[in-house]
């Protein structure tokens, strides 16, 4: 009977710290949680510098490996942070002084025609309220446009806002940079130090899903970049060949919004199919071609070409998208949205490994783990 009273009482202790165990750590999570959003604007000014320190880590390691018999390792290293840094940031420069005057001149020039646009358009839109059957006008009527007009109000007053605050854009666009640049030249110190803070038994584990996430986040980021060159070159092209307006200016809008997954060319797509059909209103058969040619374009991408650039393990359901990227929104703005499907991969990798099939996760230890601990 004392027996079995201890045991009991040992399974009811152990039942209360495994309680107090997974409290605690919710309770971190949620603290956690709540720090990040707090800080949500120098947490996007840091992800900004971890993602151009990505871009530019590729050419520094390159160059690296040519040893030089000149220069000490660390000097070496300084040397080609340099000089990356230096070639990026003239290409950029020279990148956005090729396209800023015809950008202007078309974006001027667009706005000049705006108000023969909006007779255009409005005409159309009276043309199909016409053809409109009784039912379908009364659903129109039906409809409450006021939420519409107060997020008008407020997305017109958040442009404003960032406008005013360039001062603080300024600094960021100058911070940013200086951070990458510390990530790429000194980053197995800074992964040292990070990995200094875990214990000893779990530090080998995290070492390999550092790896893990790095080469999935370096791989979305460069797929995604390759993804926005082959939307803004195609996009150009095409509207150049059926004689459209502001070719720069909506080609350059298609590879910047095709960073953001799956809504990204919904958003580019919607603007060309509009403008295309404002610009050529006597040619049924422009906005017919348009609609074609983007979603001909978002399928080959999706289907074809990110595969091949991004992997499988990126590979998330498109409604799994649309939330996290409504999340990544949410929270951190414009970064979040290009942020949330790697890093929902990379949480559905760790919950794949270690809740759902733990022992895949023993057997597929890293072999390079003990050489990377070492090197850091």
Request: overall charge positive; some cysteine; charged content about 15%.
């Amino acid at each position: 009977m004392d027996s079995n009273a201890s045991n009991n009482i040992e399974a009811t202790w152990e039942i209360i710290r495994r309680l107090a165990k997974w409290t605690l750590i919710f309770a971190a999570v949620v603290l956690l949680g709540y720090a990040v959003y707090r800080l949500r604007e120098v947490v996007i000014s840091l992800l900004a510098a971890v993602l151009m320190a990505y871009i530019l880590l590729p050419g520094v390691e390159w160059l690296c490996r040519k040893r030089s018999g000149r220069f000490s390792p660390k000097g070496q290293r300084l040397l080609a942070t340099i000089l990356v840094f230096v070639v990026a940031l003239s290409m950029l420069a020279a990148a956005i002084s090729l396209f800023i005057s015809p950008f202007t001149t078309e974006l001027n020039e667009f706005v000049r025609s705006f108000g023969e646009y909006q007779k255009t358009f409005v005409s159309f839109l009276q043309k199909v309220w016409d053809a409109m059957p009784e039912e379908g006008r009364n659903i129109v009527k039906t409809i409450d446009y006021s939420k519409a007009s107060a997020w008008l109000k407020d997305y017109v007053e958040g442009i404003l806002q960032i406008a005013t605050s360039s001062a603080r854009v300024i600094l960021e666009l100058v911070l940013i940079p200086v951070l990458a640049f510390y990530f790429v030249y000194d980053y197995r110190a800074i992964t040292a130090e990070l990995y200094a803070l875990i214990p000893k038994t779990r530090r080998r584990e995290a070492v390999r899903i550092g790896r893990m996430a790095g080469e999935m986040m370096q791989s979305y980021i460069f797929g995604q970049l390759i993804l926005c060159v082959i939307a803004g070159v195609l996009t150009g092209i095409f509207l150049s060949v059926l004689g459209i307006k502001y070719v720069v200016v909506l080609a350059l809008f298609a590879g910047i919004t095709r960073a953001i997954p799956i809504v990204g060319p919904i958003v580019s797509g919607i603007p060309i199919v509009l403008v295309g059909a404002l610009s050529s209103p006597g040619r049924i058969e422009v906005p017919l071609y348009l609609a074609l040619f983007v979603s001909a374009m978002h399928f080959g991408e999706s289907k074809f070409i990110m595969p091949q650039l991004i992997g499988r393990r990126l590979r998330l359901h498109p409604a799994v998208v649309i939330v996290v990227l409504l999340i990544g929104a949410e929270f951190f703005g414009l970064a979040g949205m290009f942020l949330a499907a790697p890093v929902a991969a990379i949480i559905r990798q760790l919950v794949k490994q270690y809740y759902i099939d733990p022992r895949d996760s023993q057997s597929s230890q890293s072999h390079g783990v003990a050489e990377i601990i070492a090197s850091n």
